[in-house]
Nanobody, 118 residues
Framework: QVQLVESGGGLVQSGGSLRLSCAAS??????????MGWYRQAPGKEREWVAT???????YYSDPVKGRFTISRDNAKNTVYLQMNSLKLEDTAVYYC??????????WGQGTQVSVSS
């Protein structure tokens, strides 16, 4: 069973940076040829889309993170990244990665907690 494992979260001050990583739990799943995305869920709110990277490398961002976050992929390492700069209090959430299209969606993983303090 494919699982996507997120890592790299932590506690950071407002204005700081973090880089999240997402890797598959099994080599049977390759991100090559798959559109991948990052999502987040803040306390008391619904999960929301953050960014997508297409199989060809095209990127898309939600308005709240545009200009501050960068999604990237390393197909050789089978890993997707989310570089988060200029973090704000409202970026505090659990961050998840997920298949957007091109492969059957696995179950949501545990996510990685990002907490931004003032």
């Amino acid at each position: 069973q494919v699982q996507l494992v997120e890592s790299g979260g932590g506690l950071v001050q407002s204005g700081g940076s973090l880089r999240l990583s997402c890797a598959a739990s099994t080599s049977r799943f390759s991100i090559n040829g798959v559109d991948m995305g990052w999502y987040r869920q803040a306390p008391g709110k619904e999960r929301e889309w953050v960014a997508t990277i297409g199989r060809g490398g095209t990127t898309y961002y939600s308005d709240p993170v545009k200009g501050r976050f960068t999604i990237s992929r390393d197909n050789a390492k089978n890993t997707v990244y989310l570089q988060m700069n200029s973090l704000k209090l409202e970026d505090t959430a659990v961050y998840y990665c997920m298949v957007v299209s091109g492969f059957a969606r696995p179950a949501w993983g545990q996510g990685t907690q990002v907490s931004v303090s003032s």
